[in-house]
Structures are given as structure tokens and as C-alpha cells.
Nanobody, 122 residues
């Protein structure tokens, strides 16, 4: 069992930066691929970024590539999402997720966090 708790969301102006964190409980954290998803009002949840269990492999949605960076610290059971050059269209609730399958963007993750709101003003 893995429990995920996100933090770091907030209100930022376009062009600004935010850093989201996800704290995971459970000794098996390091065996899971981790990812970030987001859901804007009236839209479906979409994949943002994922990182392999070792941290050696990352993958991003085209919409955030070059602006967002995902990282993890297995010693601290945390995964982070550094978001730079934010745009109003990045406004959404951001969710942390864990999956036994590295291709977290293609499967239903095993665990979800409760989400954190990110609002980017123009």
C-alpha cells in the first residue's frame, strides 16, 4: 500500500515557476514508477510526466516538455515536479500517481494522491 500526498500548489503569474512535491508512505515506494497528471475544469485528466523507479528514465507530455522537470528521491520517498515558464493553460488540479508499470501514461495507476491546485494568471 502506498499513500501519496501532494503539496506546493498555488497561484502564480504567467511566466512564473512552482515546485510540486509528492510525499509517499510505504517501504515499497522505490519499486514504483511515479507520475504527475492534471485535470483542468471541464476536461479529462491528462498525463504530464513520469519517472522510472530508479529515476534514470523520464518522459513528458509534449505540452510541458522543456518547461517541466520531474525528479525523485527514493531515500526521502518523494517525487517533485519543477514547473517553469508557466502558462494560463497549465491551470489545473495536479495529481501524483504511482504505478508498478513504468508506462504510467498508458495504464491506470495503482495509487493516486488527492491533488493540489495550480492556478496561472495571465
Amino acid at each position: 500500500q502506498v499513500q501519496l500526498v501532494e503539496s506546493g500548489g498555488g497561484l502564480v503569474q504567467a511566466g512564473g515557476s512552482l515546485r510540486l512535491s509528492c510525499a509517499a508512505s510505504g517501504r515499497t515506494f522505490r519499486s514504483y514508477a511515479m507520475g504527475w497528471f492534471r485535470q483542468a475544469p471541464g476536461k479529462e485528466r491528462e498525463f504530464v510526466a513520469r519517472i522510472s523507479w530508479s529515476g534514470g528514465n523520464t518522459y513528458y507530455a509534449d505540452s510541458v516538455k522543456g518547461r517541466f522537470t520531474i525528479s525523485r528521491d527514493n531515500a526521502k520517498n518523494t517525487v517533485n515536479l519543477q514547473m517553469n515558464s508557466l502558462k494560463p493553460e497549465d491551470t489545473a488540479v495536479y495529481y501524483c500517481a504511482a504505478s508498478a508499470d513504468t508506462r504510467i501514461e498508458l495504464v491506470v495507476p495503482d495509487y493516486w494522491g488527492q491533488g493540489t491546485q495550480v492556478t496561472v494568471s495571465s
